[in-house]
């Protein structure tokens, strides 16, 4: 038998076994993934309550209601504005307090552990901490405002339609910054300072410097923080849900929210699966997208 058959042999029979190796995992992903998500596409034409054993089809009913509904387009809209205001703020921090801690000779071990423990919190948690911090009798962003003889401007944030979401908003940022962080200092550390060196001979100062040799360089941190930022802000619910629970009014609903607001607190399965596609339909265009604008963008850099 030559070496080539031995090969093949060898080869067969790791084929053989690999199967056993791959079936516990495919038999969970079937029963938790795959049924679950058909079961889902057959509910969203259904008008199911979710607890009834009365599923009764009816069509196209329920994406129709959501190309109609002035509550939908309220939540599309402000689900829109978290999205961009969270990917641009989230990575402006995030890069900024990469290149600090990056900077810093001492205890940097330190800074990166502060700028990435509110990452470590739940939403939930950080949710009850940030109700503190802007309660309007005891919260310290108004007390300080007092202190600083700026009572004038006292709100309550979370009360306030005009508000409300912007305070959600930085609460978010302020919470994952430091996720991002951690990846965009991973690319900064994997930049040669030979190339700054050179730069920097060549007359470039600190700014020209990060324009056209750090931030270019940077391209693959980028894209996957900027995927990320928007997949999550995209799925934002903790925050609201704890926060503000929607409101006041509807001022706060985003997509997710709503879809677990009509689905388990107004006994309607059906639409808030309906609106659960429309969701990930929304997520995945999305995501195509960015993947394809943000790869081209590291082609050309």
């Known amino acids: 038998m030559n070496a080539t058959a031995v090969i093949r042999k060898k080869k067969r029979w790791w084929q053989s076994y690999a199967i ?3 079936l516990p995992a495919f038999v969970l992903y079937t029963l938790f993934v795959m049924i679950p998500t058909f079961n889902s596409i057959y509910l969203s034409f259904t008008s199911w309550d ?3 054993e009365n599923v009764r089809y009816i069509g196209f009913d329920n994406f129709k209601e959501i190309w109609e509904s002035p509550r939908v387009h309220n939540a599309l809209t402000n689900t829109i504005i978290v999205a961009v205001a969270l990917v641009l703020l989230e990575n402006v921090v995030a890069l900024v307090l990469a290149i600090l801690v990056d900077q810093v000779r001492w205890f940097r071990n330190l800074f990166r552990s502060i700028f990435y423990f509110p990452v470590l919190m739940s939403g939930i948690i950080m949710g009850f ?3 503190i911090i802007l309660n309007y009798n005891f919260g310290v962003v108004n007390q300080l405002l007092d202190m600083t003889g700026l009572s004038a401007i006292k709100t309550d944030w979370l009360g306030n339609p005009d508000f409300a979401l912007l305070s959600i908003i930085l609460s978010t940022v302020w919470k994952a910054s430091g996720y991002y ?4 200092l991973a690319g900064l550390q994997g ?10 001979i060549d007359g470039a100062g600190k700014w020209k410097q990060f324009r056209h040799v750090t931030f270019p360089l940077l391209a693959g941190a980028t894209t996957v923080c900027v995927m990320l930022s928007m997949i999550n802000s995209l799925k934002l619910f903790d925050q609201i849900a704890v926060m503000t629970n929607g409101g006041p009014g509807f001022a706060t609903e985003t997509l997710t929210y709503i879809i677990y607001k009509v689905a388990f607190g107004e006994g309607r399965q059906g639409f808030g699966t309906a609106l659960a596609i429309v969701l990930f339909i929304l997520i ?3 995501s195509l ?3 394809r604008l943000l790869r081209k963008r590291e082609v050309e850099m």
């Not at 930049?191 to 920097?200: C, G, M, T, V």
């Open 50 to 52: 979710g607890i009834s």
């Open 191 to 200: 930049i040669p300072q030979e190339l700054l060196e050179a730069a920097s």
């Open 20 to 22: 056993w190796f791959i």
């Open 181 to 184: 962080m951690i990846i965009y």
């Open 284 to 286: 995945l265009i999305i």
């Open 129 to 131: 901490i940030w109700m």
């Open 289 to 291: 997208i960015q993947i």
